[in-house]
């Protein structure tokens, strides 16, 4: 019978610090999470988003952040894709600190007039009350701000104590 072919390795990478590929998938200690999608500015993407977190998180040992962190990135996208159709989302997860990080970057444009600024702004943070209140149940915190470099655009976060 036919043996499957073995993944080759680099041979610049000791093999004590590679796990052998047979072995249970195990995670090693201190290996956090960490997930980033790029989808489209489409109310669509919110049901990828929710699928890809819903299923991370209890692979890595976080099934009781499951629930919280799928309804907040499912408001996060749903909205944001509504105020910047067609334009491209960043979904980033992390599990560090203690605490499970939740970031999204949307390429809405920066308002160069402050009333505007903060019409904008607000109504935002209006559309996301679902969002606030999911996270306020879970003792978390959340935010908008804008995106820091490279980014361009809305930063929105939220934040999970474990």
Same mark, same amino acid.
């Given at each position: 019978?036919?043996?499957?072919?073995?993944?080759?390795?680099?041979?610049?990478?000791?093999?004590?610090?590679?796990? *052998?590929?047979?072995?249970?998938?195990?995670?090693?200690?201190?290996?956090?999470?960490?997930?980033?999608?790029?989808?489209?500015?489409?109310?669509?993407?919110?049901?990828?988003?929710?699928?890809?977190?819903?299923?991370?998180?209890?692979?890595?040992?976080?099934?009781?952040?499951?629930?919280?962190?799928?309804?907040?990135?499912?408001?996060?996208?749903?909205?944001?894709?509504?105020?910047?159709?067609?334009?491209?989302?960043?979904?980033?997860?992390?599990?560090?600190?203690?605490?499970?990080?939740?970031?999204?970057?949307?390429?809405?444009?920066?308002? *160069?007039?402050?009333?505007?600024?903060?019409?904008?702004?607000?109504?935002?943070?209006?559309?996301?009350?679902?969002? *606030?209140?999911?996270?306020?149940?879970?003792?978390?915190?959340?935010?908008?701000?804008?995106?820091?470099?490279?980014?361009?655009?809305?930063?929105?976060?939220?934040?999970?104590?474990?």
């Amino acid at each position: 019978m036919p043996q499957a072919p073995s993944a080759a390795r680099c041979p610049a990478v000791s093999t004590a610090l590679v796990p *052998a590929l047979t072995s249970h998938p195990q995670l090693r200690p201190g290996a956090g999470l960490v997930l980033s999608l790029t989808l489209p500015g489409d109310p669509r993407s919110a049901a990828v988003g929710r699928r890809a977190v819903a299923a991370a998180l209890p692979a890595y040992g976080l099934r009781s952040r499951a629930w919280p962190a799928s309804h907040a990135v499912t408001e996060l996208i749903a909205v944001n894709a509504a105020l910047t159709p067609g334009r491209e989302l960043y979904l980033s997860l992390r599990e560090r600190d203690g605490a499970l990080r939740l970031v999204l970057w949307d390429q809405h444009p920066r308002h *160069a007039d402050p009333d505007t600024l903060a019409l904008c702004e607000g109504r935002r943070r209006q559309a996301l009350w679902l969002l *606030a209140a999911v996270v306020d149940d879970w003792g978390g915190d959340w935010g908008i701000a804008e995106a820091r470099p490279p980014h361009q655009g809305v930063r929105s976060w939220v934040l999970l104590p474990q």
